[in-house]
């Protein structure tokens, strides 16, 4: 007799420390059934498990209680046949659990992967050790070192499941006709032998160096999931399975407590709350069937690629036709670079290219469900553009603006939609970068608030909400940033030594170079109409406008590039002009300053930023702050984001 044990533990069927000793009770007793010869495991909610209860790491791990391990291990002991039967996803420790059974049947939609080194983590449920003996080792080796997930199509191909077949909704039937269900032959992926190549260091190097940079400051490698999982790796092929898996077993109870990992679960979590809106009432999202986008110049153009990448239909309405051109450039330049690259076919790139229409006329967006204006950043051009959108645009259509830092309501008030109003703030490039802040505005409905978070998702978009405040969470923050990058400067330090220090610190980039990259004068504009702005009140910023340093599109900021170069070089002559404007201040200088201080008081000045914001009432959660800097701006994520890593700064303070 078949008997089927069915994972059922809403929403993901995450494999508790309470839930793994139920399954293991039910796993006891269909061993301690003479009648049972095998047993089929699945799952309900349209999953088959996201793995290890990731919460569970968070209390004290502690693997002499039940976990998913047990299980495993009772599977292993049994002679009895297992089969897993998955539909949906099977990830980290319910893959393993998997691997585990003598057969892996799986249907054509299901998922696999084992994703935990996305949290600092290696597989620790035998997962380093049955992979590579089951798939191709460098396959299994890329698959975890990456986190990837596959689909049912590429696992069948590589081996890791034995068919591709449907099953029955029936939980009791479930795999009924899955091959050699019942019968006696056992499949013991760990008597399996490993066929590693002796290169196995030299082909992990590139993934170990790209992981290395997401999950762990370089000084800290001892934390680095990425080597412990090449050691487990290693072990399969060196050790025995039993002294292989007690490898696993140490090295993933160490990367457990480690401070990366518990930053990457922070951000797990934190980015799961982000759509959860306090005092929200529930809203039915509406459905963008076509979107239109107002300005066709830098962030215009990443945001119609985005809607086509999306499958989403555009229509861009741009008056200066040397800007549509160059638009047209820039769209068929970006998708001819994906096709290169293998990630396109050259008929879906086509079929993107033309889903994006342009046009110098408002009327083309009338029946569009959503119009995002990314005109220049000025009130009265964009007042302008909304009142004339509200009057083309089909009613019930909602208007959107990209803007930095101006005020949403203020362009609402020309609408008759203000409910059908918000901001949708893409950070350039657009079709890149993963944040998109949401900008509530006061009469900002339900409904198109869940339409944005929809949208957002459908974009593949990490969407973060913010109040209607100057520069929203990311900007104003940056500002703030960047006024103490600059303090540092006026007292001594060169740029380019805040800027290593500030890499040093796991930054993507320094302040400095995030200046020359985005432009002097969109930072001098700002400072314009927000003379309260400490940045605002730093001479250097008026001085570098005045000469027409305006950074890497004039070839000279606060670096110098040489011609059709983005390597920033560094400048004497900026470090003069920092001495100068100190010495007429009356700042003192003390360039001696570790690169330790440096980056504390710059990070310092952003967690003070970000406090206020909290206070303010502009973010709902520390974890939405962290968020928005880990997408929006390279903050490193092994560290959290700026809110969870003063936490843990004070926590060992
Ligand atoms: N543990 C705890 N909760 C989990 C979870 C997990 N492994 N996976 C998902 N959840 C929760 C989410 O927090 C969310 O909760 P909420 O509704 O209260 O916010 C809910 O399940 C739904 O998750 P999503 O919103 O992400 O739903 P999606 O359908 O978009 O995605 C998913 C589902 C693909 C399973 C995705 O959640 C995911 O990738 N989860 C993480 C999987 C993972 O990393 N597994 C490895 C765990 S570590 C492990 O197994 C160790 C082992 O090797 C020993
Ligand atoms: P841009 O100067 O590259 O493009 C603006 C485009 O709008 C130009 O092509 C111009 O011809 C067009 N335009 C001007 N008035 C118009 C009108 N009345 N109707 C139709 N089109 C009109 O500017 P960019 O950088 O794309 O910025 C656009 C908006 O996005 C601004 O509000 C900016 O603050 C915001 N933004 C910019 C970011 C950036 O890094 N560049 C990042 C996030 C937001």
């Not at 391990?69 to 659990?97: C, P, Q, T």
């Not at 412990?228 to 039993?242: G, H, N």
């Not at 994906?338 to 396109?344: C, F, H, I, Y």
């Not at 100068?580 to 300053?593: C, I």
Request: proline letters at 5%; a negative charge; glycine letters at 8%.
């Amino acid at each position: 007799m078949n008997k089927v044990i069915t994972l059922d533990n809403p929403p993901v069927n995450a494999l508790s420390f309470a839930y793994s000793e139920k399954i293991l009770k039910e796993i006891e007793a269909a061993e301690n059934d003479a009648s049972v010869t095998s047993v089929t495991i699945t799952g309900a909610n349209g999953y088959f498990s996201a793995g290890v209860d990731v919460n569970d790491f968070a209390k004290e791990w502690d693997p002499s209680g039940t976990t998913v391990r047990d299980i495993i291990e009772a599977i292993e002991r049994s002679g009895k046949v297992y089969i897993a039967a998955i539909d949906g996803v099977a990830l980290g420790g319910a893959l393993e659990l998997a691997l585990a059974c003598d057969r892996r049947v799986a249907t054509a939609r299901s998922k696999l992967g084992l994703p935990e080194i996305k949290l600092g983590l290696i597989p620790g449920a035998g997962g380093t050790q049955r992979l590579p003996r089951l798939i191709d080792a460098q396959a299994a080796l890329q698959m975890m070192l990456k986190g990837e997930t596959v689909s049912a199509e590429r696992a069948l191909e590589l081996g890791l499941i034995d068919v591709i077949m449907s099953l029955s909704n029936d939980p009791e039937h479930r795999a009924e006709g899955a091959p050699d269900e019942g019968t006696h032959t056992k499949r013991r992926v760990s008597e399996l032998k490993v066929k590693l190549p002796p290169s196995t260091q030299a082909f992990a190097l590139p993934y170990v160096i790209a992981q290395a940079h997401k999950t762990v400051p370089p000084e800290e490698s001892g934390g680095l999931a990425a080597h412990k999982l090449i050691d487990a790796v290693q072990a399969a092929f060196e050790l025995p399975f039993s002294r292989g898996l007690a490898r696993e077993y140490r090295l993933f109870d160490e990367l457990v407590g480690s401070a990366p990992s518990l930053a990457l679960r922070h951000l797990f979590f934190a980015e799961r709350e982000l759509s959860k809106i306090p005092s929200l009432p529930p809203a039915a999202p509406l459905e963008i069937k076509s979107a239109g986008v107002v300005g066709g110049g830098t962030m215009g153009t990443g945001i119609a690629i985005t809607f086509a990448n999306a499958g989403i239909p555009v229509t861009v309405v741009e008056p200066s036709a040397e800007q549509v051109a160059k638009a047209r450039q820039t769209i068929f330049g970006m998708f001819m670079h994906q096709v290169k690259r293998g990630r396109l076919t050259q008929e879906e790139a086509w079929k993107r290219g033309q889903s994006i229409e342009f046009s110098d006329d408002y009327a083309a967006l009338g029946e569009c469900d959503l119009v995002i204006e990314a005109v220049f950043e000025n009130m009265s051009v964009k007042k302008e553009v909304f009142a004339k959108l509200d009057a083309v645009v089909k009613p019930g259509a909602i208007l959107a603006s990209n803007t930095s830092t101006l005020d949403i309501d203020e362009m609402a008030s020309v609408t008759k939609r203000p409910e059908q109003f918000l901001g949708l703030h893409f950070f350039a490039p657009a079709n890149i970068m993963k944040l998109l802040e949401i900008v509530r505005g006061k009469s900002t409905s339900a409904q198109t608030l869940a339409t944005a978070f929809k949208l957002a998702k459908q974009l593949r978009k990490v969407a973060v909400l913010s109040a209607n405040a100057f520069g929203f969470i990311g900007n104003r923050m940056f500002f703030e940033y960047t006024r103490e990058a600059v303090a540092l400067a006026e007292e001594g330090v060169p740029p380019a030594r805040v800027d290593a220090a500030m890499k040093k610190f796991g930054m993507a980039m320094g302040p400095f170079a995030t200046f020359d990259l985005s432009g002097i004068d969109v930072f001098w504009h700002v400072a314009q109409g927000r003379p309260d702005l400490a940045l605002a009140r730093t001479p250097i910023l008026d001085r570098l406008y005045e000469q027409k340093r305006l950074g890497q599109k004039t070839g000279k900021g606060f670096y110098t590039y040489a011609e059709g170069s983005r390597e920033a070089i560094r400048d004497e002559e900026i470090e003069q002009l920092f001495a100068q404007l100190a010495k007429k201040a009356g700042v003192t200088q003390n360039p001696d300053v570790s690169d330790a201080e440096i980056a504390q008081r710059i990070v310092g000045a952003l967690i003070k930023s970000g406090e206020e914001i909290l206070r303010d009432g502009v973010a709902l959660r520390p974890g939405d702050i962290d968020i928005v800097w880990i997408y929006g701006y390279g903050f490193p994520p092994y560290r959290g984001g700026p809110m969870f890593h003063s936490q843990q700064e004070l926590a060992h303070a």
